[in-house]
Each structure stands twice: as C-alpha cells, then as structure tokens.
T-cell receptor, first 114, second 112 residues
Framework: GENVEQHPSTLSVQEGDSAVIKCTYS??????FPWYKQELGKGPQLIID?????GEKKDQRIAVTLNKTAKHFSLHITETQPEDSAVYFC?????????????FGKGTMLLVSP | NAGVTQTPKFRVLKTGQSMTLLCAQD?????MYWYRQDPGMGLRLIHY???????AKGEVPDGYNVSRLKKQNFLLGLESAAPSQTSVYFC???????????FGPGTRLTVT
C-alpha cells in the first residue's frame, strides 16, 4: 500500500517568513495530493490540493508543488502570520481503477511567532 | 448547511463497555469515512463506505464495526471498548474517489 512520509515534524518561523513542508509518497500510481490544516481542538480542513496532471498550484499565500518523478510534493506558505500556526497534514491517493483511500503523513506542527 | 457533524463530542467509557458514534452529513456525499487520530500517528482509516448499505475495512479496523443504513449517516460501533481505543475519532465525507474530504469536529473518547 501507499506510504507517505512528512518532514519536518515541527517547524518554527518568525511572522513574515516563509514555511515549507515536504512529503514523499511510495505509490507511483497516486494522483491526488491534498493538504489539510488542523487547528487545536478542531477537525482537519482542506486548504489546497493538486492532481498529478499539474506541477504547481497557488492560492494566495499558499502553494503546492509536485514532482512526480521524485514522488514528492511540498506545501509553501509565504508571509506567515500567527493564525497560520496549526498542524498540517499531507495525503495521497489514486482514483480510477484500483482506487485507494487517502493515506496521510504524520503531520507537521507549524509555530509562527509574532 | 451544517456539513459533517459528530455526536457525542466527548465520552468516557470503562473497559468492556460498548458505544456508538454517529456521523451525519448534509452534502449528499456518497463516500464516508471514519478515522482515528493518535499523537504522532497522523490520521488512520478505520472503515469507510462508498455508498448506502456498503462498508469496507481500512487500515485499522479491528475492534470496530460500522453501518451505513442511510446515505447521510455513518455509525461507528465499539462492542467491547479497550484502553487502546482511547483516541480522537473523526468522520469525513466526499463525493467520490480522490475528491475533497470534509471532516467533522471529532469525538474524544477515553477508555479507562
């Protein structure tokens, strides 16, 4: 089955800096890669996702890049703000025949200091 | 729209007791999922359903049962709770495979 590795496990940055979280996956057939943000005491919330036919996707201060050859994808947050502090999870799955459910990384705790 | 709701929010059980967690969604999603979240382990899939009346095992199904009698509801049952089932349980739903999953607020379960 799929295996998703996520690094780092914790990340501390100053407000205004950029933050990068990296994930690798093992199943070359995976074609859907979402990122979730989980605030304390709440359920995960989807913040951005990318499919394997796209190399990069942006949404305001958030961007995700995908390298299918190397089987890794990354979340980039620019101009970080204290409200970006949360746990972030990456995940991977494949659709179509041989469908697989989402496999999650273990999470990255992002701390943004004012 | 309420999205995905879960009841109860908190529960304490004694070893051997049983309980049912209820998940409801009002988005007409076909797929529903139950995950557990433990410190340092991320989210692990317990069971899921691809439509009314169907269920399938996930990564960690032992000790749990599920039912999907109505499209909007997905029930997770613990027949004989064990301390190893102490966790936070999340329900999620989506339109289909590799579609965006929407999560509920979670149920914190403690088994003593």
């Amino acid at each position: 089955g799929e295996n998703v590795e996520q690094h780092p496990s914790t990340l501390s940055v100053q407000e205004g800096d950029s933050a990068v979280i990296k994930c690798t996956y093992s199943d070359s057939a995976s074609n859907y890669f979402p990122w979730y943000k989980q605030e304390l005491g709440k359920g995960p919330q989807l913040i951005i996702d990318i499919r394997s036919n796209v190399g990069e996707k942006k949404d305001q201060r958030i961007a995700v890049t995908l390298n299918k050859t190397a089987k890794h994808f990354s979340l980039h947050i620019t101009e970080t703000q204290p409200e970006d502090s949360a746990v972030y999870f990456c995940a991977a799955s494949r659709s179509g025949s041989g469908y697989s459910t989402l496999t999650f990384g273990k999470g990255t705790m992002l701390l943004v200091s004012p | 729209n309420a999205g995905v709701t879960q009841t109860p929010k908190f529960r304490v059980l004694k070893t051997g007791q049983s309980m049912t967690l209820l998940c409801a969604q009002d988005m007409n999603h076909e797929y529903m999922y139950w995950y557990r979240q433990d410190p340092g382990m991320g989210l692990r899939l317990i069971h899921y359903s691809v439509g009314e009346g169907t269920t399938a095992k996930g990564e960690v199904p032992d000790g749990y049962n599920v039912s999907r009698l109505k499209k909007q509801n997905f029930l997770l049952g613990l027949e004989s709770a064990a301390p190893s089932q102490t966790s936070v349980y999340f329900c999620a739903s989506s339109y289909g495979t590799s579609s965006r999953q929407y999560f509920g607020p979670g149920t914190r379960l403690t088994v003593t």
